[in-house]
């Protein structure tokens, strides 16, 4: 994946930090497995209605506003498309897909995600307007990394304007902020003070985490991450196994070690404090993994929804 990095970031690699320049300074030559594929999800394919739209299960949609970022995550499960114009949304795209759940009164939930949709503040108005005057969607989630990469891109007038709209909504649907988060070097006292501000200006926020070899798969790392969020007022929601993408192979832990990792949390963290373990497994979804409590004979081996034998 190309390379991008903000100045925010930058000053944080230049300080030392190692978690933030694994995640994002570009690596050449990796070595990559032929077997992996660069959409082991089907998000592209099958599970794609219409541009944009990822749907999974009958009452959530995940709907990607575009491919753009602030700074490349060079773990990100969209690889193949971080970065590319080919993910922007015309008003036409924007106008079937608000139609599509207007025809679809089942779902009830919608993801907004990408690319970042704090990254593209017009565009996101512009489908949560939409989303506004649709009276089955009950529940939007944002995704977003912004206060990650750039804290001082929630300040510009277009952001500001964009959380206004998202605390107006929030009193009629369930709105939640969902931050990418990985590791306690991300969370310097200014992204801190970000995240204060995001939770004023605008409705709940919850994190998300992935698993990352040599970056955050450890306890100690792990525990300050999930603490320092917790006590901020954010509520860790998931830690998700990277995805088997073609060219992420570095970034990928091992199975039995994130899950003793999960173990030992459960006993010096708060049960508020920390997320659900998922693996999001291709042709099925996002399952929670049974952590050491159970005897499980082989980890790697489950069931989805449907019952489907599964190999990890
Ligand atoms: C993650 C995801 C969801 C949301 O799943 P939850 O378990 O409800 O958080 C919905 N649709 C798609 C396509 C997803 O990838
Ligand atoms: S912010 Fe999310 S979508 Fe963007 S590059 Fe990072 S992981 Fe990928």
Not at 65 to 82: E, G, K, N
Not at 209 to 233: A, C, K, M, P, S
Not at 254 to 269: A, D, Y
Request: hydrophobic share 35%.
């Amino acid at each position: 994946m190309k390379e991008l990095i903000t100045s925010h970031l930058r000053a944080l690699i230049a300080q030392g930090s190692l978690a933030i320049r694994s995640q994002f300074v570009a690596k050449n030559d990796v070595e990559e497995s032929q077997f992996w594929s660069m959409d082991p999800l089907g998000e592209d394919t099958k599970y794609s209605p219409l541009k944009g739209l990822v749907r999974k299960y009958d009452n959530r949609v995940l709907w990607k506003v575009s491919y753009r970022c602030a700074a490349h995550c060079q773990f990100c499960t969209r690889a193949r498309q971080v970065g590319s114009k080919e993910g922007d949304l015309t008003g036409r795209d924007v106008q079937h897909g608000l139609e599509y759940l207007c025809s679809h009164p089942e779902i009830d939930d919608v993801i907004l995600s990408g690319g970042d949709p704090l990254f593209t503040p017009r565009q996101t108005l512009r489908i949560l307007n939409g989303l506004a005057q649709i009276e089955t969607v009950r529940v939007v989630r944002i995704g977003t990394r912004l206060p990650i990469h750039s804290p001082a891109s929630l300040k510009t007038t277009l952001v500001t304007r964009l959380l206004k709209r998202v605390r107006e909504i929030s009193l009629e649907k369930a709105v939640y902020i969902l931050l990418h988060v990985n590791h306690p070097d991300e969370l310097t006292p200014e992204v801190q003070e970000t995240i204060k501000l995001l939770e004023q200006k605008s409705t709940s926020v919850l994190s998300q985490t992935v698993f990352l070899h040599g970056i955050n798969d450890n306890v100690r790392v792990l525990q300050r991450l999930f603490n320092e969020l917790y006590y901020l007022g954010v509520r860790p929601y998931n830690i998700y196994r990277c995805d088997y993408v073609r060219g992420l192979e570095r970034f990928v832990c091992n199975v039995q070690t994130e899950r003793h990792i999960m173990t030992e949390l459960r006993r010096t963290v708060s049960g508020i404090a920390l997320p659900t373990y998922v693996v999001d497994v291709p042709g099925s979804g996002k399952l929670p993994v049974p952590l050491e409590f159970w005897d499980v004979p082989d980890i790697t081996r489950c069931r989805d929804f449907d019952n489907n034998d599964i190999n990890l």
